[in-house]
């Protein structure tokens, strides 16, 4: 039998350190810096084959230049004679990611699905605390996550901002929630908390749907309205085509809600999903060395791949 493939697509944030109090339900928060490694997660899987997509960098290098590299990566490993050449099983191949890596890995996915040319289509796709959607800056974990460790509400607008510009205008447009033009506002169907996150999750909070802005800024910058920068905003035919899904949200993240929204959309059009949610988690967790936190979602990562790849 052929060995599974799994692409893994990392992100590492360098973070300089900024002290700010921590949720009191975080362990060892003494010991909470970034830390980054992904080389101990799968050593105890013996016949799988990883391979590591690099891609170009933003503030250098913007948007599609990304989602262009990692797919052609993908598109080069799927082809018949690359896959025999390292002994995989076709059959069993997944793409996987964190962050700015889950949501590069939820693009290719979607974009595979779609592509007559690629013979080989992905069994699973694991998603670990992606970030899935710039369109609302004002989720309710954003709005709760001023004080989240290592990754705040305005951290990520200028992360999101900078993977479409240097232009820190679209940056303060998002701070403000005012950046997606009346003729877009359509696409807020599809990141629409108010219908699309569970009830524990809303805690209290009003929809308020983003205020329209400019047009011009969308068409400088047309990336943050694209499917492929933000796979939340795929259309539901698309979505119920995608494989066996794993995605890990965090409490404590800026990043959960669209996690949680993706969750709801694919089990909404029947895709089978399996969801972990992290009660004391916050946004890099799962990559944090010496964490008894962190070896927790490995494990339970590892065993939903072990049993679904």
């Known amino acids: 039998m052929g060995r599974t493939i799994l692409l893994l697509i990392s992100v590492v944030f360098v973070a300089y350190y900024v002290y700010t109090p921590l949720p009191g339900d975080i362990e060892e928060p003494w ?9 101990n997660i799968y050593k105890n899987l013996v016949s799988l084959v990883r391979t590591n997509s690099n891609y170009g960098l933003a503030p250098k290098y913007h948007f599609p230049r990304q989602f262009e590299d990692v797919y052609s990566a993908l598109r080069w490993f799927l082809q018949e004679d690359i896959l025999e050449r390292y002994g995989v099983d076709p059959r069993r191949v997944g793409v996987a990611g964190d962050s700015a890596g889950g949501n590069l890995a939820a693009a290719v996915t979607q974009q595979l699905i779609q ?153 909404n059009v029947g895709v089978q999903v399996t969801h972990h949610h992290i009660e004391n988690g916050f946004h890099g967790a799962f990559t944090l060395h010496g964490y008894k936190i962190a070896h927790k979602m490995q494990n339970q990562y590892l065993s939903w791949l072990m049993k679904n790849l």
């Not at 010991?31 to 080389?39: A, D, H, Q, S, Y």
């Open 31 to 39: 010991k909470l810096i970034l830390e980054i490694t992904t080389e």
């Open 115 to 267: 592509d007559p040319d690629v013979k080989t289509k992905l069994k699973v796709q694991a998603l670990i605390y992606p970030a899935l959607q710039a369109l609302d800056i004002n989720l309710p974990s954003y709005q709760e996550g001023s004080y989240f460790p290592l990754l705040t509400p305005s951290v990520m607008a200028r992360f999101w901002s900078e993977y479409f510009t240097t232009d820190r205008t679209l940056e303060k447009a998002m701070l403000l929630n005012q950046h997606v033009p009346l003729e877009s506002s359509h696409l807020l169907q599809f990141v629409n908390w108010s219908s699309l996150l569970p009830e524990r999750y809303k805690k209290g909070h009003v929809y308020k749907s983003p205020t329209p802005g400019s047009s011009e800024l969308s068409k400088k910058y047309p990336g943050f309205l694209d499917v492929k920068a933000c796979p939340l905003l795929a259309n539901d035919n698309t979505l119920s085509h995608l494989p066996l899904t794993y995605i890990i949200t965090c409490q404590y993240d800026v990043l959960r809600d669209d996690g949680l929204m993706y969750v709801t959309r694919l089990q």
